[in-house]
């Protein structure tokens, strides 16, 4: 049997196709290409370039393999593009991601992870933030995650569609072979580790006058490998159970952009200029997962997740690929 990985030639789809099979297991790779690279997949791994919404496709693949269950990670994820093109969000994120689930439920594949994220929360009421935190989201790209999490509790419902929504906090980190290549880039360490190869002049800080100790966001970083391995988590959960849940993944422990680029500066030894700039609308100060649940449900917790390792690992993948997958 097989697991289909929608957006396995993305940054953590990647990472997680990697862990699959270094697990023995068969995975099929469904991904457009609009942000990923065809280089992330590796050979051998059977690979359809195409869109999830593209139902007659998605149809062909569950004939041509012996799919059992599947993991969603194919959407866009800028939060700010989203602000500026919520149609273009809403129609992939929900519209594609509701055609595929269609399919799915059609040909009784019943087993789904889906890529959930922390911006559902919006500003949250509690920190570290419990699953149980009321979800109100800033902008369009967490209100597309927020809708398919509800079509997911609808769908298991009416359907017995079961699933697990992982709502990570702050992706990082590479593994040797896989690592975070996105243009235009929007995420923190990627942008830091840019200005310490040379390729930015310098690293803006958005806020400096937030009630956090330094005065500058804080969030909490989860290795992507972490995150691979929670997804497996899930998937044995949900053959062991059947049963649907929320969980967040993330380490409970938040770093201040500060924080990450003194770190940066110590893994890289370069100086990386900053320049203090206004808040961002819409960018909370602080998000911190409370992660108990991974830990009870899924029996996960982050082992390669603190920061200095993530950031060496990263440093290394961009020295070995300084243009990414466009070598
Ligand atoms: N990176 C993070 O910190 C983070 C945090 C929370 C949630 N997430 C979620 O995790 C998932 C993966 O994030 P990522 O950082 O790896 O992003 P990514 O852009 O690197 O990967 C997404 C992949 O999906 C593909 N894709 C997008 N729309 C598609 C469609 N309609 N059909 C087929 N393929 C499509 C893209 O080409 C890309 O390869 C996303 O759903 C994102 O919302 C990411």
């Not at 590796?42 to 195409?50: A, L, S, T, W």
């Not at 890529?115 to 933030?129: R, W």
Request: hydrophobic letters at 40%; a neutral charge; charged letters at 25%.
């Amino acid at each position: 049997m097989a697991i289909l990985v929608t957006g396995g030639a993305g940054y953590i789809g990647s990472a997680t196709v990697e862990r699959l099979l270094e697990r023995g297991k068969q995975v099929v790779v469904l991904d457009d290409l609009y942000r990923g690279h065809r280089e992330a997949v590796p050979d051998g791994v059977p690979f359809y370039e195409g869109r999830v919404g593209d139902v007659a496709l998605v149809e062909r693949i569950l004939r041509e393999h012996p799919i059992e269950s599947c993991i969603h990670f194919a959407a866009l994820a800028y939060v700010g593009e989203s602000v500026n093109e919520p149609a273009r969000y809403f129609e992939r994120n929900v519209g594609e991601g509701m055609a595929f689930l269609g399919a799915l439920v059609k040909a009784r594949v019943l087993r789904f992870v889906l890529s959930s994220t922390c911006a559902t929360y919006g500003e949250p009421e509690t920190v570290p933030i419990p699953e149980t935190c009321r979800q109100w989201p800033k902008n369009p790209y967490g209100w597309s995650k927020l809708f398919m999490e509800q079509i997911l509790k609808s769908y298991d419902q009416a359907y017995g569609l079961k699933f697990v929504a992982l709502r990570y906090f702050n992706a990082a980190g590479a593994t040797a072979q896989h690592g975070e290549h996105h243009e235009p880039e929007s995420h923190l360490i990627p942008n830091v580790l840019a200005a310490a190869m040379g390729e930015r002049a310098e690293v803006s800080v958005f806020g400096t006058d937030y009630p956090t100790p330094d005065g500058t966001a804080v969030r909490d970083y989860v290795h992507v490998t972490d995150l691979a391995d929670a997804h497996i988590a899930a998937l044995e959960h949900l053959a062991k159970t059947g049963k649907s849940d929320f969980i967040n993944l993330g380490t409970g422990d938040g770093y201040s952009v500060l924080e990450v680029i003194e770190t940066t500066r110590k893994v890289t030894g370069a100086a990386i200029p900053i320049r203090k700039v206004a808040r961002r609308p819409g960018d909370p100060a602080k998000l911190v997962a409370d992660a108990r649940k991974a830990r009870a449900v899924l029996g996960w917790t982050p082992a390669k997740s603190d920061l200095a390792s993530i950031i060496q690992g990263q440093w290394e993948w961009r020295k070995k690929f300084p243009k990414g997958y466009c070598e």
